[in-house]
T-cell receptor, first 114, second 117 residues
Framework: GAGVSQSPSNKVTEKGKDVELRCDPI?????LYWYRQSLGQGLEFLIY????????KSGLPSDRFSAERTGGSVSTLTIQRTQQEDSAVYLC????????????FGPGTRLTVT | AQKVTQAQTEISVVEKEDVTLDCVYE???????LFWYKQPPSGELVFLIR??????QNEISGRYSWNFQKSTSSFNFTITASQVVDSAVYFC??????????????FGKGTKLTVNP
């Protein structure tokens, strides 16, 4: 079956602009996660969605970051007023139910803020 | 708090050598899960194994084996007879799940393995 897909694969934006990153999880997976991977920082948890429950936003680095998940499927991560330190690869993952289960990762979106 | 330490930043071996990647974790909880992921040069993280805290049996899958020891809070990964295709960054990760109050994976910094022909 299809894996996790993300779009765009690459995004270059100017400092101060808003960006939207999209994630399509594996069909039937109720849990969806966003991570950020940057040099020197490893893989950093951002946000977690599980079914209809309130999302766990504990990893979002600032209020410029937000995410939505519509219809329990597709998710969009929005970064407002981008800064150069936001440059990173943003990874989306999904799993069957919760973090006890293996997460399947998408290919990521490489964001470059100039 | 959860923490995963992969002390080896980079390892370089020659093909056919055995190599062990170390992973040490910290958690306050009795129920947790440990994972290993592989990130090849193409960039996509690939799931390798999941182990729960109640199962300390070692596991072998082909050339891969994992040694889980709760007494030392370690979950080490060994590749036997390494091959060039094993070259990748390997991440160890920990989930406390609901008990930890936050549903997330905490990753180590990763170990970059280079297998030279």
């Amino acid at each position: 079956g299809a894996g996790v897909s993300q779009s765009p694969s690459n995004k270059v934006t100017e400092k101060g602009k808003d960006v939207e990153l999209r994630c399509d999880p594996i069909s039937g997976h109720t849990a969806l996660y966003w991570y950020r991977q940057s040099l020197g920082q490893g893989l950093e948890f951002l946000i977690y969605f599980q079914g209809n429950s309130a999302p766990d936003k504990s990893g979002l680095p600032s209020d410029r970051f937000s995410a939505e998940r519509t219809g329990g499927s597709v998710s969009t991560l929005t970064i407002q007023r981008t800064q150069q330190e936001d440059s990173a690869v943003y990874l989306c993952a999904s799993s069957q139910t919760n973090s006890y289960y293996e997460q399947y990762f998408g290919p990521g979106t490489r964001l470059t803020v100039t | 708090a959860q923490k995963v330490t992969q002390a080896q930043t980079e390892i370089s071996v020659v093909e056919k050598e055995d190599v062990t990647l170390d992973c040490v974790y910290e958690t306050r909880d009795t129920t947790y899960y440990l994972f290993w992921y592989k990130q090849p040069p193409s960039g996509e993280l690939v799931f390798l194994i999941r182990r729960n805290s109640f199962d300390e049996q070692n596991e072998i899958s082909g050339r891969y084996s994992w040694n889980f020891q709760k007494s030392t809070s370690s979950f080490n990964f060994t590749i036997t007879a390494s091959q060039v295709v094993d070259s990748a960054v390997y991440f160890c990760a920990l989930s406390e799940g609901l008990q930890g109050g936050s549903e997330k994976l905490v990753f180590g910094k990763g170990t970059k393995l280079t297998v030279n022909p």
